[in-house]
């Protein structure tokens, strides 16, 4: 699958992750490479630093006996010496394999013995302990290497050893034979594996998606061109290292175009850590800008009221016409004053505490953005964008170009990609990023590649006028009610969500008369608006189940129905009766994702009860949950939960139909 | 978990304290080695507080010795307690609620900073070079104890918990070879009580640091001592290792209420 689109000009040589690392270490042997912060202070190592120890973390591992072919765990949070692990399971011909670092002993254990792992690269005792934890489940593992050598005196593992060691080893082989490790990385080949990537088990067990060096180079170099991403850009490294996107922009971009990632101190400390690094290129997904925004608003709402007024005033004028401006199109002489005016008072400093002053470039995906927020976020003039992509093309099927932003949709094929629809409107796709196997999978392979080379996605979705896609649901999940109409739940689930009170959303109705949805509310959001109010509660549970809640919920899904009845496809689906569920979704009680995705099917069986008693027109039920913490302890939750009914409209659209 | 000790570094010999006619410790012996976790408990009032008190000279027992790595303390006063190595916690947090987490940290380097007053005004040579220095310790207590996302926050914002965890850092930044903690988990939930003991265990085996803690929680306190002093109405009832302590008729007796 070795394709000679993503190659750059001049048919160089520079097709597999190690060679690139090594010009770079020629080209740009000063430049800062990557930037951590310990000890409160900015660390940076720059492309020579970093070439010299990744060399030296090669050697150490084929010192302990790593081979080519062989695949290397790792685990942790966003590390500079996690990264140079990845590139030096590389050069050695190796395959690395990320994992969530969050993730619990036995998820890690499946992971371990289907890639067959002997070594792993960690990043402390935390993870060293789970590791130990699973040692008699994975008899293959050899060897556990840990990054952080705090708290781990006593351990006498014989499998164990610190990186500083390993580095150390590595080094005085690297000296003793140099042309070791340059013979390994010429054996390299662009059609090689570089890396591992599990799939997030939305559906059944995780995956291995196997990709090669040739198709996240050509992602890279395809998303390079497209924003003109140059030498120059920072950009904060903080999400799991596990994740597609993150091997994309921090590792293979980085990489491709040679700019700067930066480490953040600690999970806690990101926010901060933004506002000092200033990136220029971010990535997030609309979580996390949602979360800002939601702090933003709060903070605003206690300010004084003239701060308050000015506020509201400015972000008038950004939402007539900051989006306009930003997509370079005609805006009233007027409009622009007062948006210049409003950047100097309100804009800037606003994006300066956001740390995104010097943003270049932003991306969010991994979910549906709420127009307002999406919105928002450009009406202040950050160049915020959508992509759309998943593991098994490197996070790279379309772009938003830049000046054609909207709002609902993912934008447009990305360069070297070609994307068609499939008859029931799944969404295929074809170009260098795609997958090269499942991991010992080739009925899965088989599955979801078709007899012409498309991958099919399994989302739905349709082009709009102007060529830009736009994504309804996952094609199975795309259901229809007893009447015939259509029902996609992830569709509405994301309308709900949308209002901030809303955290999770989960709507049942394949096969069903009417639609019903579980809730969880955001207890910031909530919390904060029943604490305006004068409400008490005590916690969780106590506030979803009062009954002002019930009404303020019950007022966004009756926003949302009397949305969906103006759409003639939709009108069917509005949502009749609800519930706030007692306790939120959580990914340690696998109701969702790692990545925060509800696994519906999963939760409709847990709690059968509740979605029984929602659609046999009970008014309450009683249940009983078991909830795990993160220590590994089970806990139970119960509660008694009132059930609503809610208003629907008369569809809108139907009458225009007719 | 084999541990080895080294020799006695504290040593109280007949240690009696009266305020007035109270006497709040009567006749007190014991000793603590280097590098073990030491516990003092007893009921409310039995002179836990005051025994801490005594080592680090605040209070000035009427009768008895105390030797400090050999040598005899006469009328020793905090300030000289701390120069020598021994740092504390506080019952009450002891914190500037005002400052923030790093300027409350850099006050335990105080007793290390050798600049003047006047150099620090001008900030200039010798005073930078040294808060520098001073600052880097600081950072590796900060990044020891796992609070840098609050560096810069006000202390009074904090919740007991991590205020409890700044003056642990406080006293770790004068790198004490003595460290007193009084009552460090009291009011914590499980948690956080969790968090504490493994840093207390950090620190000890990581530094090498000698602790005597005044503790509450039995369980806390027999998972973590290597030896527990018992006191009840200002005696001591009973010494030695958890086991012991345990199974001691007259520490039961102290704890359970039986009558004398």
């Not at chain 1, 067990?205 to 924003?227: L, Y």
């Not at chain 1, 199109?329 to 409009?335: I, L, R, S, T």
């Not at chain 1, 004068?534 to 009397?562: F, H, P, W």
Request: charge should be negative.
């Amino acid at each position: 699958m070795s394709d000679s689109h993503g190659q750059t000009a001049g048919g160089s040589a520079l097709d597999t992750f190690p060679r690139l690392l090594m010009q770079h270490a020629k080209v740009r042997p000063g430049r800062p490479a990557m930037r951590e912060k310990a000890y409160g202070i900015w660390q940076t190592y720059t492309w020579a630093e970093v070439a010299e120890n990744v060399r030296a973390i090669a050697c150490g591992l084929a010192e302990l006996g790593f081979r080519r072919g062989d695949r290397l765990a790792i685990i942790g949070d966003n590390r500079p010496r996690l990264y140079w692990s990845v590139a030096a399971c590389q050069c050695l011909g190796g395959i690395p394999v990320l994992l969530y670092q969050d993730a619990v002993a036995e998820e890690m254990a499946y992971v371990l013995q289907d890639a067959e792992i002997r070594f792993a690269v960690v990043e402390d005792q935390e993870q060293v302990d789970k590791m130990l934890e699973i040692l008699p489940e994975v008899p293959l593992l050899e060897r556990v290497v840990y990054d952080d050598p705090r708290g781990m005196r006593h351990y006498a593992d014989t499998l164990l050893m610190g990186l500083d060691e390993l580095q150390a080893m590595g080094r005085s082989h690297d000296q003793n034979q140099g042309d070791f490790l340059n013979a390994e990385i010429e054996k390299g080949a662009s059609d090689d594996i570089s890396v591992m990537l599990y799939t997030s088990g939305t559906t059944g067990k995780p995956k291995g998606v196997c990709q090669t060096h040739g198709a996240f180079i050509a992602a890279a170099t395809g998303g390079r061109q497209f924003d003109k991403l140059t030498d120059q850009e920072d950009i904060l490294s903080y999400l799991p290292m596990a994740w597609v996107g993150d091997h994309l922009f921090s590792f293979a971009q980085a990489m491709v175009a040679g700019f700067t990632i930066n480490c953040p101190e600690s999970g806690e400390t990101v926010m901060t850590d933004l506002r000092e690094i200033g990136p220029t290129y971010y990535f997030a997904p609309p979580r996390v800008f949602e979360n800002l925004l939601t702090t933003v608003m709060i903070r605003m709402e206690d300010a004084g009221w003239f701060k308050r007024k000015i506020f509201a005033h400015f972000m008038d004028v950004a939402r007539r016409c900051g989006a306009e401006i930003l997509d370079g199109k005609p805006v009233a002489g007027g409009d622009r004053l007062q948006y210049w005016l409003g950047n100097l008072l309100v804009y800037g400093p606003l994006k300066n505490v956001l740390g995104m002053s010097r943003i270049r470039v932003a991306y969010t995906a991994g979910a549906a953005i709420g127009p307002d927020l999406f919105r928002f976020y450009r009406s202040i003039g950050i160049n915020l964008k959508q992509l759309y992509g998943q593991t098994e093309t490197c996070a790279y099927v379309c772009l938003q170009p830049d000046g054609e932003i909207k709002l609902d949709s993912v934008g447009k094929p990305a360069p070297f990609v070609e994307v068609k629809l499939a008859d029931n409107g799944e969404i295929l796709v074809k170009g260098p990023m795609l997958l090269k196997a499942y991991y010992r999978r080739p009925d899965a392979t088989a599955e979801s590649i078709n007899v012409d080379g498309y991958f099919m996605t399994g989302d739905a979705g349709f082009f709009d006028e102007d060529g830009h896609l736009k994504i309804i649901d996952r094609a199975k999940d795309v259901g229809k009610l007893n009447n015939g109409a259509m029902f996609a739940p992830n569709y509405i689930e994301n309308k709900l969500k949308f209002f901030q009170h809303v955290k999770e959303a989960v709507v049942f109705g394949s096969k069903r008369d009417f639609v019903t949805a579980f809730i969880n509310i955001d207890l910031e959001a909530v919390g904060n608006w029943a604490e305006r109010k004068g409400m008490s509660y005590a916690g969780y549970t106590d506030l979803a189940q009062q009954t002002a809640v019930y009404e303020l919920i019950r007022e966004c899904i009756e926003k949302v129905n009397a949305d969906l009845a103006g759409d003639p496809m939709m009108s069917g689906s509005q949502v009749h009766r609800f519930l706030i569920l007692h306790k939120e979704l959580d990914a340690d009680d696998g109701e969702l994702t790692r990545t925060r995705k509800v696994r519906r099917n999963f939760i409709s069986e847990k709690y059968a009860v509740l979605v029984d008693a929602l659609f046999a027109g009970k008014k309450a039920e009683h249940i009983e949950t078991e909830v795990k913490y993160e220590d590994g302890r089970v806990g139970r939750v119960s509660a008694d939960l009132r059930i609503e009914d809610t208003k629907t409209f008369a569809p809108r659209g139907a009458v225009k139909a007719a | 978990m084999a541990r080895e000790f080294g020799e006695v570094i504290l040593d109280l010999q007949n240690i009696s304290l009266r305020f007035g006619g109270v006497k709040a410790l009567t006749d007190i012996s014991f000793n603590v080695r280097e590098h073990e976790i030491r516990s003092i408990i007893g009921p409310n009032g039995a002179g836990k507080s005051s025994m801490l008190n005594v080592m680090n000279g605040v209070y000035h027992p009427q009768e008895g010795r105390i030797l400090f790595r050999g040598e005899q303390r006469q009328k020793m006063e905090p300030h000289m307690a701390a120069s020598q190595g021994i740092a504390r916690t506080f019952q009450n947090i002891a914190l500037f609620k005002g400052m923030s987490v790093l300027d409350n940290i850099m006050t335990g380097r105080n007793l290390k900073m050798h600049t003047n007053l006047f150099q620090h005004a001008l900030f200039w040579g010798a005073a930078q070079r040294e808060e520098i220095e001073h600052r880097k310790k600081v950072e590796e207590v900060i990044d020891f104890l796992e609070i840098q996302s609050i560096r810069k926050t006000p202390v009074g914002r904090l919740p007991y918990g991590l205020q409890k965890r700044v003056e642990l850092a406080r006293a770790l930044a004068a790198e004490p070879s003595l460290l007193l903690l009084d009552e460090p988990m009291a009011g914590m939930n499980v948690e956080e009580k969790q968090d504490m003991c493994r840093f207390i265990l950090d620190v000890n085996d990581q530094f090498g640091t000698t602790i005597v803690l005044i503790e509450h929680d039995m369980g806390v306190v027999m998972d973590i001592s290597d030896r527990v002093v018992v006191l009840d109405y200002g005696k001591k009832i009973g010494d030695g290792v958890p086991d012991e302590v345990k199974n001691n008729p007259d520490v039961i007796a102290a704890y359970l209420g039986t009558s004398h």
